[in-house]
Each structure stands twice: as C-alpha cells, then as structure tokens.
C-alpha cells in the first residue's frame, strides 16, 4: 500500500509551522507593546552606548549628516559626527521615522524574524530526510529567533541560517520561487 502524498498539502503544513513561529515571536514581543516605555530591555545590549548615540544624534538632527560637519555636542563636550558608525544602515531610518525606544524595538523584532524565517528555510530545505517532529520544527527558529543578540548591530548572528541557506541553494543550483 503506497501513500500519495500531496506536494501542495506539504507547502501548506509548512507555511502553517512557519506562521505559528512567526506568531510565537509576536507574543514574546507583547509586553514591549503592552507596557510601552515602562517595558523591561536586558542591558547587556546597550552597555556599549549605541543606542544613546542613535539617540542624540536623532536630537542634534545629525542622523543623516553626510558631511562631517555636524557636531554632537552631549558627546565628549562636542563630537564629530565623523566617528559614528555609517549613515548608511537600516536602523538609522527607523530611528528617523519612529521614536527612540520604539526604533529600538521594531529593528529587534525584524532583525529576529529574520532569524527565525532564515532558521526555517533552512531546517525544512536541507533537514528533510530527517523526521524533526513538527513541534520542534516549530520551536527550533523560534529558540534561534530569541536567543539574546545586539539587534542594533544588524542581521550578523540572526542572518547566517539564510545564508547557508542561501549558499546551500546555490550549491545545489536550486532555484527558489516564493
């Protein structure tokens, strides 16, 4: 007795998995959303004061400031803008468009399901052979998308299961259609 198993059934049991990660990811971030401002952030992440020269240079309008000239000056009694990190990176624009705190959040919750999409692709693409029980299927992103990392740094961490599975595909001269 043979069992036809369905191609689109597949990719529907997987969308769901990958949704119910994507939803458990939303839920962690809930009391960020609930308590707002008053919401509790680990501070390991911003013993390297990144985050308060995002800040001021958010209040001396020198988030963009590709000249140079701009001087911060709560810095060192007046710093060029010159010695921050580059203008040109993704945080940058939403500490423009949201406040602070808020800036803060949204690029920790983008910067994880970027991890936990990524950690997806990767279990269900190359670990098919092994039966993973779809709980785990399920939690597995999900543990890799909370673990705790400087989100204010960008995707280094949370960005290497997509691209492994990205130099996988291209390995394998697989071509990937979303």
Do not use: C
């Not at 958010?58 to 580059?86: A, M």
């Not at 190359?126 to 705790?148: A, E, H």
Request: without cysteine.
């Amino acid at each position: 007795m043979r069992i036809k198993i369905d191609s689109t059934q597949i990719k529907h049991t997987m969308k769901k998995n990958l949704l119910l990660s994507i939803i458990l990811l939303i839920i962690s971030f809930l009391p960020f959303f609930i308590l707002g401002e008053q919401s509790w952030i680990q501070i390991h992440d911003n013993l390297d004061s990144e985050f308060i020269y995002l800040h001021l240079l958010k209040e001396s309008n020198n988030l963009f400031s590709l000249d140079g000239s701009g001087i911060v000056p709560q810095v060192f009694n007046g710093l060029s803008v010159n010695y921050f990190h580059s203008e040109f990176s993704f945080i940058r624009v939403l500490f423009y468009i949201f406040p602070s705190f808020w800036a803060y959040i949204i690029n920790s919750f983008l910067i994880r399901l970027v991890g936990v999409v990524g950690m997806y692709l990767l279990i269900s693409s190359y670990f098919k052979d092994i039966k993973i029980p779809t709980v785990l299927i399920v939690l597995i992103p999900l543990s890799f998308g909370l673990l705790p990392v400087y989100s204010l740094y960008g995707i280094s961490v949370m960005g290497q299961p997509i691209l492994l599975w990205s130099f996988l595909n291209l390995k394998s001269n697989t071509k990937v259609y979303v």
